[in-house]
Nanobody, 131 residues
């Protein structure tokens, strides 16, 4: 149906940049790709999953959580069905696991900040920022 695979995580020094990728695939996704919204979430140990931002595949409009606005950039590559999460000037508090997710009806109802609205999830990618 829909498979999401994140990549790009790893160890980065504070102040460095990192771009995470989320490759989407599957018959359902390929057929209805323009209807999806893609979200990025992060979850630190012992904490709830937190919305970072999202993008609607059709048109590319984005929305970010207030806590990260101006520090993260989300973009997409239509040709490769891939969305990206770019973060410059990483801080140690950015150390966490990042997940991408797909909302089947996101284009119709807008980017949701609620994790329960997303139907498909990637496995997550760990980002560690050293001070």
């Amino acid at each position: 149906q829909v498979q999401l695979v994140e990549s790009g995580g790893g160890l980065v020094q504070a102040g460095g940049s990192l771009r995470l990728s989320c490759a989407a695939s599957g018959r359902t996704f390929n057929r209805f790709v323009m209807g999806y919204a893609m979200g990025w979430f992060r979850q630190a140990p012992g904490k709830e999953r937190e919305f970072v931002g999202g993008i609607i595949w059709r048109g590319g409009s984005t929305y970010y959580a207030d806590s990260v606005k101006g520090r993260f950039t989300i973009s997409r590559d239509n040709a490769n069905n891939t969305v990206y999460l770019q973060r410059n000037s990483r801080r140690p508090e950015d150390t966490t696991v990042y997940y991408c997710a797909a909302d089947t009806w996101g284009a119709a109802r807008g980017i949701s900040t609620e994790s329960t609205r997303y139907d498909y999830w990637g496995q997550g990618t760990q980002v560690t920022v050293s001070s």
